[in-house]
């Protein structure tokens, strides 16, 4: 199946910074990125995905961009705020999508 | 109206019992998993259905068996529960053409003594 690497495991941002978390994949058939968060004892849940067909994507603070080519994309979080610190998955799925690899996560700590 | 609810949401148990842990989602979607979330919070993958069929089975021991017995219920039973089998575990689902959103359950704590 899809492996899915993240890096760093652990972040600690001073609130204001921006924060960047980096997943690379291995496979090329994987189309479909999204990234989730999870806040203490909660359920994993989107906040932004982006498909092969595009580069960039922006929602407000949060943005994801993609390299198909080099197998990665990476989640930038800019003006961070302490309610952003969470665990953030990354995942990779192909066009069938039932196939959905997680990263290892990284737990970001945003300080007041 | 809880687009993937599985119960219990607690579990506490003895070594050596079975328990079954239900999953169920109202989303309409063809693909079904579950994932374990251990203390390092990984989320390994375990199981894969799409459309009652199995499709992904991760190196699982098999004293996990899952059950799918339509498209909107996927049930985990796990026999002769072990010290390591203490996680989180959580359903999801997700459709299953163009790549989508996968949605979870609220995850079920299981605590093996």
């Known amino acids: 199946g899809e492996n899915v690497e993240q890096h760093p495991s652990t972040l600690s941002v001073q609130e204001g910074d921006s924060a960047v978390i980096k997943c690379t994949y291995s496979?090329?058939?994987?189309?479909?990125f999204p990234w989730y968060k999870q806040e203490l004892g909660k359920r994993p849940q989107l906040i932004i995905d982006?498909?092969?067909?595009?580069g960039e994507k922006k929602d407000q603070r949060i943005a994801v961009t993609l390299n198909k080519t080099a197998k990665h994309f990476s989640l930038h979080i800019t003006e961070t705020q302490p309610e952003d610190s969470a665990v953030y998955f990354c995942?990779?799925?192909?066009?069938?999508?039932?196939?959905?690899?997680f990263g290892t996560g990284t737990s970001l700590t945003v300080i007041p | 109206d809880t687009a993937v609810s599985q119960t219990p949401k607690y579990l506490v148990t003895q070594m050596g019992n079975d328990k079954s842990i239900k999953c169920e989602q109202n989303?309409?979607?063809?693909?079904m998993y579950w994932y374990k979330q251990d203390s390092k919070k990984f989320l390994k993958i375990m199981f894969s259905?799409?459309?009652?069929?199995?499709?992904i089975n991760e190196t699982v021991p098999n004293r996990f068996s899952p059950k799918s017995p339509d498209k909107a219920h996927l049930n985990l039973h796990i026999n002769s529960l072990e010290l390591g089998d203490s996680a989180v575990y959580f359903c999801?689902?997700?459709?299953?053409?163009?790549?989508?959103?996968?949605?979870f359950g609220q995850g079920t704590r299981l605590t093996v003594v």
């Open positions: 496979d090329s058939a994987s189309n479909y």
């Open positions: 995942a990779a799925t192909p066009w069938a999508g039932n196939q959905f690899y």
């Open positions: 999801a689902s997700s459709p299953s053409d163009r790549g989508g959103e996968a949605f």
């Open positions: 259905y799409n459309n009652k069929e199995l499709i």
């Open positions: 982006i498909r092969s067909n595009v």
């Open positions: 989303l309409g979607h063809d693909t």
